[in-house]
């Protein structure tokens, strides 16, 4: 394992008064294998903090991306994944099933979303094309508990908080009648629809021009202040991410 974690200038980020402070997140020895015995992360291990960035940057199958995926159970089961897991709960921390057993989908079910939400990289194909921005938003509201009389309301002001111009007329469109910077923002939005605790953002801006890209990132650190919530930033780009994080993790073939 290649990991190399490096600390902030103080120069390239102002501090803010949720500066990170309590245990959010630990991962230790996270491990993941094919069945024929091939290592795709090898004792990964890390702790996050709330009101923190972290950002996990490496090149492409380095397993940055199965590492964050892994902890919410997201992983084919043809992949053997080991380690201890441990999420922020009101009485301290709890153990998260991470490992290949049945119980594990049952178990992660309420902190999915909930308790740990995703962007996923790419929007287009992450968003469900046969439907509107209302109804995609109003799944997430309704996951969360949010009273069907509210989700409009709710689902406006989502798209408001992720700065979307004319927030009405989007929820009527569907995914590729809206441009590849809405549908990231609408990503966003569902995210936090559900008021998590941590949220991760897997390559948030792959597909987006550097004018965009820096917009998004910006958005995302506005809203995690806004939210008081800790973050994991997944990139392969080094220098566009570091001066959104207090800490960056460098791998390299797990």
Request: include cysteine; charged fraction near 20%.
């Amino acid at each position: 394992m290649t990991v190399a974690t490096e600390q902030k200038n103080s120069g390239l980020k102002e501090n803010h008064s949720n500066a990170p402070n309590r245990l959010m997140l630990s991962v230790d020895k996270l491990s993941i294998t094919t069945v024929t015995g091939v290592q795709l992360v090898d004792e990964l291990s890390y702790e996050l903090r709330q009101g923190q960035t972290l950002a996990i940057v490496g090149e492409s199958g380095s397993g940055k991306s199965i590492a964050s995926l892994a902890l919410l159970g997201l992983l084919p089961d043809s992949l053997m994944v080991a380690g201890k897991v441990q999420l922020a709960c009101p009485t301290g921390m709890t153990a998260l099933s991470i490992d290949n057993d049945k119980a594990r989908n049952a178990a992660l079910r309420s902190v999915r979303g909930r308790r740990v939400g995703m962007i996923f990289q790419e929007p287009m194909t992450a968003l469900n094309p046969l439907h509107t921005v209302a109804k995609q938003i109003a799944e997430s509201l309704r996951l969360s508990g949010v009273p069907k009389k509210q989700w409009r309301d709710k689902s406006i002001a989502l798209l408001e908080d992720v700065n979307i111009t004319d927030p009405a007329d989007k929820l009527k469109r569907y995914p590729h009648e809206i441009s590849g910077g809405q549908r990231q923002r609408v990503m966003i939005a569902m995210a936090l629809a559900q008021q998590p605790d941590i949220l991760i953002a897997d390559e948030p801006t792959t597909a987006l021009d550097v004018t965009l890209q820096h917009e998004i990132l910006e958005l995302l650190e506005h809203l995690k202040r806004q939210h008081n919530m800790a973050m994991v930033l997944i990139s392969h780009d080094l220098n566009l991410v570091r001066r959104y994080s207090d800490e960056v993790i460098v791998m390299r073939q797990g």
